[in-house]
């Protein structure tokens, strides 16, 4: 792909639609994000603006917590106004965003991308193309498909494709919205269209305190960590008026952000385990080059410049373990193709590979080839 100031040319094929061949630009700018500007399918023009998921802020627009925070005590927070605010639930996994776009005949094509990439493709970390075909087999689209000027928002979450977390279920998608021409729609006016929509877990009015009512969904949320573990990554909140979504904010709490607070200042140090995560998330449309700049790239959305800059030695220290965890996973894959089985057994497998890469790897080899042969 090639630079642009707020995104990038790119060339590629959609592998849900006979390797359909698309040029275009990818946005990546806060107002913009992932969208995505067609120019030509198979070498014939055809431009046309493509609304995908977009970026969802803290309250007030912000990019972080403390910023949201700062925002209030200098009295620059401010809200459209609103009606009501719902609250649901926030999954841990890939955004996936069902998208149509046209060729230069008409010919209207429904495909899918992950949301700095214009279509599936495998990854370093698996293949987001045979985990969707999964997901779209267990829960089927095709009554969304006849929604056909209204694009949707998916997360594609579950032990197998693992990020912070701690899921019982392999793998499974959940609806998270509808996007109709940028504007946002609801789950729940989608309930009899798609098997799984995401939960509400609050409502309140515009008579309640939002700030208060913002801070005792992180406490409840925070309680529920310590009392079951990373069952629950936050929550989202919609903004309503005439029925229509006039905002939509993330909130997560402290045990989630793995903040710790330094100074009365607000200078945070991240957390080992939120930079390992965010590593995996840039798996999602890297292309080679620097791991460490991508996570940064992405780091970005959530935590200040100089928290990241006091973070440095952790980022280097989870980004290269990342690297080594892919290159054993590149060994481990290229091992087992080698051996010809028919199917993962592993009271069959497991010896073998202990022997060939040390007992101490054991965990890690059953994780990869379990992981990776479910697709079987």
């Not at 987001?128 to 829960?139: G, H």
């Not at 997560?252 to 590593?279: A, E, F, W």
Request: aromatic content about 14%; some cysteine; hydrophobic content about 35%.
């Amino acid at each position: 792909m090639t630079l642009l100031k707020n995104g990038r040319f790119f060339t590629a094929t959609d592998p849900f639609n006979n390797n359909n061949i698309v040029e275009g630009i990818i946005f990546n700018s806060n107002d913009r994000y992932g969208d995505l500007l067609i120019k030509s399918v198979n070498g014939v023009s055809c431009e046309q603006y493509i609304h995908t998921t977009p970026k969802v802020f803290y309250p007030s627009d912000t990019i972080s917590y403390p910023a949201y925070l700062n925002k209030i005590e200098t009295n620059e927070f401010n809200l459209p106004d609103y009606d009501e605010v719902i609250v649901y639930n926030k999954y841990d996994g890939t955004n996936i965003c069902l998208f149509s776009y046209k060729d230069a005949e008409g010919v209207i094509y429904r495909s899918f991308k992950t949301r700095l990439t214009p279509f599936l493709r495998p990854s370093l970390w698996g293949s987001w193309i045979e985990m969707w075909k999964r997901c779209m087999k267990n829960r089927p689209i095709d009554a969304l498909i006849s929604q056909h000027n209204i694009n949707f928002s998916f997360e594609l979450y579950g032990y197998l494709n693992p990020i912070l977390t701690e899921y019982k279920i392999p793998l499974d998608s959940v609806l998270l919205f509808g996007i109709d021409n940028g504007e946002i729609i609801i789950p729940h006016e989608f309930v009899d269209k798609y098997s799984n929509i995401a939960n509400i877990v609050y409502k309140f009015s515009k008579n309640d305190n939002f700030h208060f009512t913002y801070e005792e969904l992180r406490s409840e949320m925070n309680k529920t960590i310590e009392r079951e573990g990373y069952v629950v990554e936050g929550c989202v909140l919609y903004g309503i008026k005439d029925n229509k979504v006039v905002f939509v904010y993330k909130c997560k709490p402290d045990l989630i952000l793995q903040n710790i607070r330094n100074s009365p200042n607000r200078i945070y140090k991240i957390s080992y385990k939120t930079i390992y995560n965010t590593c995996i998330n840039a798996l999602e449309s890297f292309n080679g080059g620097s791991l460490e700049d991508e996570t940064i790239k992405l780091l970005k959305e959530e935590f200040t410049d100089e928290t990241i800059e006091r973070s440095k030695e952790v980022i280097n220290k989870a980004t290269k373990d990342i690297k080594k965890y892919l290159e054993l996973r590149t060994e481990v894959l290229k091992w087992y193709k080698k051996q010809n089985y028919d199917k993962f057994i592993p009271k069959k497998v497991m010896p073998e590979a202990v022997k060939k890469f040390g007992k101490k790897l054991s965990t890690t080899i059953y994780k990869i080839l379990s992981e990776t042969t479910f697709y079987e």
